[in-house]
């Protein structure tokens, strides 16, 4: 799990290694975002190779998604993962997977039952790795200010623990 002691190493990582025409990563945004870990908001799990991270996933608890949510949980707190980068010279070799896999169970250890990502539409890479971690699609729509490339568009995914 990510200490607050990492988070300008993961900020580091993320900025150098998650830009891609389809990852929206606004800097300060991302910044605020990783500082969430210090109050204990935001949770990440991570990797590390010869004591350098080379990936991670962050995540929080949320109720953003709840027009998701199926009827019974309209009002129950979900969680939102909403960074996953690797290194590029592990890229291509699963952890990404793994990492999700990992967020996923950290989360459901907490008793959530309902966890949201998104990407661009058109994320292959991205796509694939939230297939794997047991991920289904629900949703796409267009999202103009996020998505200044491709289509345009967001895709929603959703893993359901019941």
Same mark, same amino acid.
């Given at each position: 799990?990510?200490?607050?002691?990492?988070? =300008?190493?993961?900020?580091?990582?993320?900025?150098?290694?998650?830009?891609?025409?389809?990852?929206?990563?606004?800097?300060? @945004?991302?910044?605020?975002?990783?500082?969430?870990?210090?109050?204990?908001?935001?949770?990440? #799990?991570?990797?590390?190779?010869?004591? =350098?991270?080379?990936?991670?996933? $962050? /995540?929080?608890?949320?109720?953003?998604?709840?027009?998701?949510?199926?009827?019974?949980?309209?009002? $129950?707190?979900?969680?939102?993962?909403?960074?996953?980068?690797?290194?590029?010279?592990? +890229?291509?070799?699963?952890?990404?997977? &793994?990492?999700?896999?990992?967020?996923? +169970?950290?989360?459901? =250890?907490?008793?959530?039952?309902?966890? /949201?990502?998104?990407?661009? @539409?058109?994320?292959? +890479? $991205?796509?694939?790795?939230?297939?794997?971690?047991?991920? #289904?699609?629900?949703?796409? /729509?267009?999202?103009?200010?996020?998505?200044?490339?491709? $289509?345009? &568009?967001?895709?929603?995914?959703?893993?359901?623990?019941?």
């Amino acid at each position: 799990m990510a200490v607050p002691g990492d988070i =300008e190493r993961l900020c580091s990582l993320i900025l150098e290694h998650g830009p891609n025409p389809w990852n929206h990563l606004p800097p300060d @945004e991302v910044r605020a975002h990783l500082n969430g870990i210090a109050d204990g908001g935001v949770q990440a #799990v991570l990797a590390e190779r010869d004591g =350098e991270i080379v990936g991670f996933v $962050s /995540y929080q608890r949320s109720r953003h998604f709840a027009r998701y949510q199926p009827p019974t949980r309209r009002d $129950s707190e979900h969680a939102y993962i909403c960074e996953a980068v690797t290194h590029r010279a592990v +890229a291509g070799q699963g952890l990404g997977s &793994r990492l999700l896999n990992q967020a996923v +169970a950290g989360l459901v =250890e907490q008793g959530i039952a309902d966890i /949201y990502i998104d990407r661009h @539409e058109e994320n292959a +890479a $991205s796509a694939g790795m939230m297939r794997k971690a047991g991920f #289904v699609a629900i949703d796409t /729509y267009t999202d103009l200010q996020r998505r200044p490339n491709g $289509s345009r &568009r967001t895709t929603v995914c959703c893993f359901r623990v019941a």
